[in-house]
């Protein structure tokens, strides 16, 4: 079992409407959970995180976390043609002093 | 403010030859990370350090590696006799403590070992 998994994708969505990305984590103990977008060719942005349980919301980015599941999910609201990219799901693992383990990615293609 | 920058951007290298990367993390940011990203591969962490120690070098994946970190800033990553396998993007990261957990990632060296 990979310690973080996505769905490597293609996600494929219609300009408008709204994007699910999910992820799941092996480790119980992980206590930071992070998105990341990283377009082709570019390094990994920062666009979320999330520490504890629930809904937190930035802009038209909706991070949910459920611990219990072991599951991350980002939404992303009014996808947009830029919204096209390779979306990271990272874990900070408990007591690996920042140490990030990330999931391979899924990748979001945003269509006219 | 300036984010993390790294150089060369680009460095194509014979096998067997010597490579030094350049990072330079973010202004006031103590702790600076280096992960390696290969084709079709995910992020793999290498070496994490708090000031200019390095408290897990665990991801290295061999003593060909190393990495070192001068005045709490720059940090530079040699990989020696370098292998075709050793082509990847390098990418290194830096946040305020270890603690801040939320890393900020610089461009990348892109490595080509012919």
């Known amino acids: 079992q990979k310690e973080v998994e996505q769905n490597s994708g293609p996600l494929s969505v219609p300009e408008g409407a709204i994007a699910s990305l999910n992820c799941t984590y092996s480790?119980?103990?992980?206590?930071?959970f992070f998105w990341y977008r990283q377009y082709s060719g570019k390094s990994p942005e920062l666009i979320m995180s999330?520490?504890?349980?629930g809904d937190k919301e930035d802009g038209r980015f909706t991070a949910q976390l459920n611990k219990a599941s072991q599951y991350v999910s980002l939404l992303i609201r009014d996808s947009q043609p830029s919204d096209s990219a390779t979306y990271l799901c990272a874990v900070n693992k408990a007591g690996t002093a920042s140490k990030l383990t990330f999931g391979t990615g899924t990748r979001l293609q945003v269509t006219l | 403010g300036a984010g993390v920058s790294q150089s060369p951007s680009n460095k194509v290298t014979e096998k067997g030859k010597d490579v030094e990367l350049r990072c330079d993390p973010i202004?006031?940011?103590?702790?600076l990370y280096w992960y390696r990203q290969s084709l079709g591969q995910g992020l793999e962490f290498l070496i994490y350090f708090q000031g200019n120690s390095a408290p897990d070098k665990s991801g290295l994946p061999s003593d060909r590696f190393s990495a070192e970190r001068t005045g709490g800033s720059v940090s530079t990553l040699t990989i020696q006799r370098t292998q075709q396998e050793d082509s990847a993007v390098y990418l290194c990261a830096s946040s305020r403590t270890p603690l801040s957990y939320e890393q900020y990632f610089g461009p990348g060296t892109r490595l080509t070992v012919t």
């Open positions: 480790d119980r103990g992980s206590q930071s």
């Open positions: 999330i520490y504890s349980n």
């Open positions: 202004s006031g940011h103590t702790a």
